[in-house]
């Protein structure tokens, strides 16, 4: 009995006759005569036991399994583009591929600089993701991990970078702001996804939460609705005292450091193109411990 599985041809077959509508423009898309575009639709619906084409005045339109076989056909043509083009920037870039899970506010702060450092020593393609979880670096969507605070996944392997120092920001336009008027003044804060922070749970407990003016799930936002005039707002200190605009209303309290850690998964660890990125953020890290430690104002 003969194998009812298409062959990828005829999958291509079938897509390119629902693209032309007719068996003459068809053939001309594949090569083929129409009489042998036509045998080979025959032989796909026997293969199958379904009509695939309504065939009229009209043209060639797909039947509802048609239209299914079709759709598969195009996933599978995207999925071959896809592969080919990782293929070419493999082979583009012979270090490899390396692929960072990264939280945006460090993408606003010291990472570029020290990526475009890495970049100059490694010749690979770099694929930076924006990402506040490890679920991506355990799944294997990630070959490397910067990531502050939390309990880290035994599956995981890595290095203590620093502590990330924070501490309370006001925008120069709101003149001089002094730490007893934390009461009389609008606060920017963080919504659900970051209120597990130290610093959003101080404010809440200071009573302060009734007077946050605009809450967001990113400390960017934050930065940059603070340094608006909005209102007060807790940011890292790596944002804060880098930006002219903003100044300390109060030194970063000890209790609201976060450790920062550089994770990946240990079958990695060892791999050339992955062992100079753990190296080169670890090293170029060093002369920026005062920044973000908070010891840099």
Not at 113 to 120: D, G, I, M, Q, T
Not at 205 to 216: A, D, E, F, H, P
Not at 259 to 270: F, G, M, S, V
């Amino acid at each position: 009995m003969k194998d009812p599985t298409l062959a990828w041809d005829d999958l291509r077959m079938l897509a390119q006759l629902a693209k032309a509508g007719g068996l003459d423009a068809g053939a001309r898309q594949l090569g083929i005569s129409s009489a042998t575009l036509y045998r080979r639709l025959q032989s796909a619906e026997r293969q199958l036991g379904v009509r695939l084409f309504e065939r009229g005045r009209a043209g060639y339109r797909p039947t509802s399994a048609g239209q299914e076989v079709v759709a598969l056909a195009q996933r599978m043509a995207q999925d071959v583009q896809t592969l080919t083009h990782k293929v070419r920037s493999r082979q583009a870039w012979p270090g490899g591929l390396v692929r960072l899970s990264v939280g945006d506010t460090w993408m606003s702060g010291p990472l570029p600089a020290l990526l475009a450092a890495y970049r100059s020593r490694a010749q690979v393609q770099l694929q930076v993701c924006s990402s506040s979880t490890l679920t991506d670096l355990e799944h294997g969507d990630a070959d490397v991990a910067l990531r502050t605070g939390g309990v880290l996944p035994e599956s995981l392997v890595g290095r203590r970078l620093a502590w990330v120092a924070s501490t309370v920001y006001a925008s120069k336009r709101l003149g001089g702001v002094q730490a007893d008027q934390l009461d009389t003044l609008p606060w920017v804060g963080v919504d659900e996804a970051l209120a597990h922070l130290d610093s959003a749970r101080w404010l809440e407990q200071q009573g302060l939460g009734q007077q946050v003016c605009i809450r967001t799930n990113s400390l960017v936002h934050v930065h940059q609705f603070v340094r608006q005039g909005l209102g007060l707002g807790a940011i890292p200190c790596f944002l804060g005292d880098t930006d002219p605009e903003l100044r300390r209303v109060f030194d970063p309290p000890r209790h609201w450091r976060s450790e920062l850690w550089l994770l990946t998964r240990p079958e990695l660890r060892r791999v050339p193109r992955i062992r100079l990125l753990l190296d080169a953020l670890y090293e170029g890290s060093r002369p920026l411990l005062d920044l973000i430690e908070g010891r840099g104002a």
